[in-house]
């Protein structure tokens, strides 16, 4: 017996699937009452938001849920409280990974 016949959405009468849009927020803390969004954006403007990130250094997480609600916030305006935890755990990672960077430059004399 073979495969069962699969049916695909216009089959079905449904509109196709669509791909997910990439959505992207660059985030800045000065250890105010809570980060900033300094840059929001979806589609081509995500993908220069983690492009300018990356050419300067700065940690770029994947997180689409985070990514997707920040993305919706206005520029320049802080962060909502229900979201001060999962931006926290971000802003953590990033400065790991900073610390890590220096201590290595230490290491190695650069």
């Known amino acids: 017996m073979g ?44 993908e220069r938001i983690e492009q300018t990130a990356r050419e300067a250094g700065v940690p770029v997480q994947s997180d689409g849920p985070l990514a997707e609600a920040l993305a919706r916030l206005p520029v320049d305006s802080e962060i909502p409280p229900e979201l001060y935890r999962a931006v926290a755990e971000v802003l953590i990672w990033a400065r790991g990974l900073e610390m890590l960077a220096r201590s290595e430059a230490t290491q190695h004399g650069t």
């Open 3 to 46: 495969e069962p016949a699969r049916l695909d959405d216009e089959e079905l009468g449904a509109a196709p699937a669509t791909p997910k849009v990439k959505r992207a927020a660059a985030l800045s803390y000065e250890g105010g009452v809570a980060p900033t969004v300094v840059a929001a954006g979806s589609g081509a403007v995500a």
